[in-house]
């Protein structure tokens, strides 16, 4: 049972230490991982970068797969959350093409930034521990999910006349936008702010003409 704010004892955490763990224990996992490896990493290293006790990790963790699902989970709410601050949680609130243009920046930013290793992971990697495979297939799924939802508001709202199928639609404007900027981050060659800047809002037109977007 964790102590209450202010209280002191051996061997037990305050509130806020205990609330603390996962996340030392997920910036420990994700260093490891990014620097020596996934298969080559162990629960017990992870522990001990994060200077908590093996008991301490399986508590939370049954065991790496569980703890890698939770690195992927906080880099993607995180990109949500930074997008909703940008623009609305309401897509309906939101002009479809700054929408897509921010989300997709976003994303490509996080790409080439704190998600490249996990993304090189699951290319380099994914034949000796499937579980990365699993991984990478979830956060396409999520991705997939985070344009589906908008593109069936607009649709809804009579904005999107030739979208077609949603799901297919969504796994299309996620491949256009950030199919090259994978490839690249998994060969070692990010891309830079100005490229991101310069064709994410191309990918976009060439997606909205597609689905019979016309701003009003």
């Not at 930034?113 to 799924?141: I, K, N, V």
């Not at 639609?169 to 060969?187: E, N, P, Y």
Request: proline content about 6%; some cysteine; hydrophobic content about 45%.
């Amino acid at each position: 049972m964790l102590k209450k704010k202010g209280a002191s004892g051996p061997g037990r955490l305050s509130a806020e230490a205990a609330a603390a763990v996962p996340d030392r224990l997920m910036d420990a996992a994700f260093g490891l991982f990014s620097r020596q490896g996934y298969a080559d990493t162990s629960m017990e290293e992870i522990a001990r970068a994060a200077n908590a006790s093996t008991k301490t990790i399986y508590s939370r963790y049954a065991n790496k797969g569980e703890l890698l699902k939770a690195v992927v989970e906080r880099l993607i709410a995180r990109n949500i959350a930074e997008h909703a601050a940008e623009t609305s949680p309401d897509p309906t609130k939101v002009e479809p093409r700054h929408f897509l243009v921010t989300l997709g920046r976003r994303i490509l930013m996080e790409l080439n930034g704190p998600a490249a290793g996990l993304m090189q992971l699951a290319f380099s990697e994914a034949r000796r521990a499937p579980e990365l495979g699993r991984m990478y297939e979830d956060m396409l799924l999520v991705g997939q999910g985070n344009f589906r939802r908008p593109l069936e508001a607009w649709a809804a709202a009579g904005l999107l006349p030739k979208l077609g199928d949603p799901q297919r639609a969504a796994a299309l404007c996620l491949s256009l936008l950030t199919d090259g900027a994978r490839i690249r981050v998994a060969l070692g060659v990010k891309m830079s702010q100005a490229e991101i800047d310069d064709y994410i809002p191309d990918a976009v037109d060439l997606f909205l003409r597609g689905v019979g977007y016309a701003p009003r």
